[in-house]
């Protein structure tokens, strides 16, 4: 049965107890003598003031129970609340019209209410704000986590939209013991942040929220898809590395399998990487364009100055990035270079590629480009 439905019978009950207690009282009036009447009831109008008593106490409770009309507003029960001070709270909101009556409502009621946080909404009647409090169901937001993000940027926004303390979870997602507990072949959960659309409860904890996230990127990536690493000689933790850089160096989907296999055919010939994405991300910050001094800035993440791949994913990338790396483009080009718009000129040799970094060189007034 319905909230509605539940209000809906408890208002026809009223009317029918006050309509009962009526027709008695007629019933007394026409057929009784006066005299046992007086005995009753001295006077005779304290029957009909009994009457309008009822009556004016339905009528308020009525009118009490109407919506303010205010918008939803996220009240947060904590744990030991009393009925008297989450009215206080909904009063000072504008949700309910009046505290007593809420009250009312919950001495009544067998229920009570859990603590938690709720989208209260003021276009809902008093009962139904009531009824929301006690069933105790979590107040959730709706967040996006796009591809590309780093472990603290994305603690960065769970910490903004869902208030999970981010210095806990970047903690928690570096425990390596943790990380083996989800099925991660890392010491961290860098690179398993699966990107994705989630609703989570407000205030989630840390390991909720990783859980759900690393669950995600299972789901998303299940271990059919791994066997194409075999074949390409790497592990699937170097499949996540690798398409982590991916991630960050392409900006449309038709580049990704091409840069994957240039990145995937330096490795194989014992060329340095050389992806300004990993200088980056050892730096920490992000600049628009690096120059020499940059490209020397002493990191093992920095694949200017070290061969092969870095210690771990720079980002957490998307499904799509990931495919890429495990079914690259056949292609024979060893380097490419940004024209300015988020695509590439791809050459063979570094003939091919210096020709192509003067043509960006003109049309991006000497920046330095890789």
């Not at 009528?59 to 109407?66: F, H, M, T």
């Not at 990127?217 to 499949?239: C, K, Y």
């Not at 392409?250 to 992806?275: D, K, T």
Request: charged share 20%.
């Amino acid at each position: 049965m319905g909230r509605g439905e539940r209000f809906l019978n408890f208002v026809l009950a009223l009317i029918l107890v006050l309509t009962s207690v009526l027709l008695m009282g007629v019933a007394l009036l026409l057929y009784l003598p006066l005299r046992i009447l007086r005995s009753f009831f001295r006077p005779r109008s304290a029957l009909l003031a009994s009457v309008a008593l009822v009556l004016g106490a339905a009528l308020w409770c009525v009118r009490q129970d109407r919506p303010t009309g205010r918008g939803p507003v996220l009240v947060e029960v904590p744990r030991g609340a009393t009925a008297s001070q989450v009215a206080e709270v909904l009063g000072e909101r504008g949700l309910i019209r009046s505290r007593r009556f809420f009250l009312i409502l919950s001495r009544l009621s067998r229920n009570e209410i859990k603590a938690g946080a709720y989208e209260v909404d003021g276009r809902w009647p008093t009962h139904r704000i009531f009824e929301e409090l006690c069933m105790g169901k979590p107040y959730t937001v709706r967040v996006t986590i796009p591809e590309g993000l780093t472990l603290r940027q994305i603690a960065g926004i769970l910490q903004r939209k869902v208030r999970t303390d981010s210095a806990a979870l970047v903690s928690l997602a570096t425990d390596s013991s943790f990380a083996r507990s989800l099925g991660v072949p890392a010491p961290t959960l860098e690179g398993y942040l699966f990107p994705d659309t989630y609703r989570f409860p407000w205030r989630s904890s840390p390991e909720a929220v990783l859980r759900a996230m690393v669950e995600s990127f299972h789901r998303a990536i299940p271990d059919t898809v791994w066997r194409g690493a075999e074949d390409l000689g790497i592990t699937p933790h170097q499949v996540v590395i690798l398409a982590s850089i991916v991630e960050k160096e392409a900006m449309v989907n038709y580049e990704r399998p091409i840069i994957a296999s240039v990145f995937l055919r330096r490795l194989r010939l014992g060329y340095p990487l050389q992806s300004c994405a990993t200088v980056l991300y050892a730096m920490g910050r992000h600049k628009a364009h690096l120059n020499e001094r940059d490209l020397h800035f002493p990191s093992p993440y920095n694949t200017y100055l070290h061969s092969g791949l870095p210690p771990g994913p720079i980002c957490n990338p998307g499904k799509a990035s990931i495919l890429a790396v495990l079914h690259p483009a056949e292609e024979n080009y060893l380097y490419f270079v940004s024209k300015g718009d988020g695509t590439h000129i791809f050459s063979r040799s570094y003939r091919e590629h210096l020709r192509a970094k003067r043509m960006v060189r003109r049309m991006t007034s000497g920046t330095f480009q890789r």
